[in-house]
């Protein structure tokens, strides 16, 4: 009986020393671990805007949306190049040509991963990260500091909402990193068409004790060109616009504002870059009747109209490159 008690003491002891054992070994193959669930932080969407415009063009201007606290630097940032009309390389569809910018900083702790992805244009239209080919195989071309490309899509089907993205990874645990690439947005409509598509980037990282993950969105908005009539006019709110005007292609827009009588109102119209154009400003009551205009034969004059009105309604705003300009 004492014999076969310490058989079942002994079998015991055997038993529970092995499973801790095989516990602890399992936990440090990953087969009991679990992956973090991050905090998900959004930051408020940055809006750039742009009228279509009518040609080929230089635009050269940047949008940013950026994200700090105590234990976090993170910024998305889209250069806007330029807009090419019919572009050739894409069967004569017009075309934004861009890059895009992603940079994190953390102080202690590191960047697990950035994800970036292209997405929400209710018109047909495509995303197209640029490649460059080695020995008839095409790479991803872009920038990458402490970074690993995972995976990526792109010119996915014009009608699917996912337009294109890029899965990044962190490498050695990094405390920054840094990513950019060159990447085309083509429309697939007419040139009277509005498109908008946002692009965002979701940045995953360890700040010491704890795993956060924050998006920064940004919406592209590409407006059709507004209309050369009343009946045509683009309505518009207070602030600042920009457009585009070509003599030969589009001479003059049209805008209309909602205004309350005995309200004074000031408008300037400028070029944001010498062009050498001679511009006029008209503005219109709501009966279609010319109440005052500022014009001049000097290039790039800077053309400004103040007014008060005298009764509530649309009233109507040209802008004008027509020939009339010079007389």
């Not at 279509?52 to 630097?73: G, K, L």
């Not at 953390?106 to 950035?114: E, L, M, R, T």
């Not at 068409?193 to 919406?219: C, D, F, W």
């Not at 049209?254 to 408008?267: A, C, F, P």
Request: proline fraction near 5%.
């Amino acid at each position: 009986m004492e014999k076969s008690r310490r058989k079942w003491i002994i079998s015991a002891a055997v038993i529970a020393i092995v499973i801790p054992v095989s516990l602890v070994m399992l936990s440090l193959n990953g087969f009991f671990s679990q992956s973090p669930t991050p905090e998900n932080i959004t930051a408020e969407t940055v809006t750039w805007e742009i009228e279509r415009p009518p040609e080929m063009i230089d635009i050269h201007q940047v949008a940013e949306n950026t994200y700090t606290n105590q234990e976090a630097s993170l910024n998305l940032t889209v250069y806007v190049h330029g807009y090419d009309e019919e572009d050739w390389t894409y069967g004569s569809d017009d075309t934004f040509t861009l890059s895009v910018s992603v940079s994190a900083k953390v102080g202690n702790g590191f960047v697990k991963n950035v994800n970036i992805t292209f997405y929400g244009d209710a018109q047909p239209s495509r995303v197209r990260w640029s490649l460059w080919s080695k020995w008839n195989k095409f790479s991803f071309w872009g920038q990458f500091e402490n970074l690993s490309l995972v995976d990526y899509k792109h010119w996915k089907s014009s009608d699917e909402n996912v337009k294109a993205f890029a899965y990044i990874d962190g490498v050695n645990q990094p405390r920054s990193i840094y990513f950019k690439a060159p990447v085309h947005w083509v429309l697939k409509t007419a040139n009277n068409k509005s498109h908008q598509i946002t692009v965002a980037s979701e940045i995953t990282y360890y700040n010491g004790t704890a795993y956060k993950r924050v998006v920064l969105p940004m919406m592209l908005r590409v407006i059709a060109d507004a209309g050369d009539s009343f009946e045509t006019a683009r309505t518009i709110s207070f602030g600042n616009h920009t457009a585009f005007i070509c003599w030969g292609d589009d001479p003059e827009d049209y805008y209309k504002i909602w205004l309350d009588e005995d309200q004074t109102v000031s408008m300037q119209l400028s070029m944001p870059e010498p062009r050498g154009l001679c511009l006029d400003l008209y503005l219109y009551s709501p009966d279609g009747n010319l109440v005052a205009n500022s014009s001049s034969r000097k290039p790039d004059s800077i053309e400004q109209i103040t007014y008060t009105i005298n009764q509530s309604g649309n009233w109507y705003i040209q802008v004008s490159n027509l020939p009339s300009a010079f007389t």
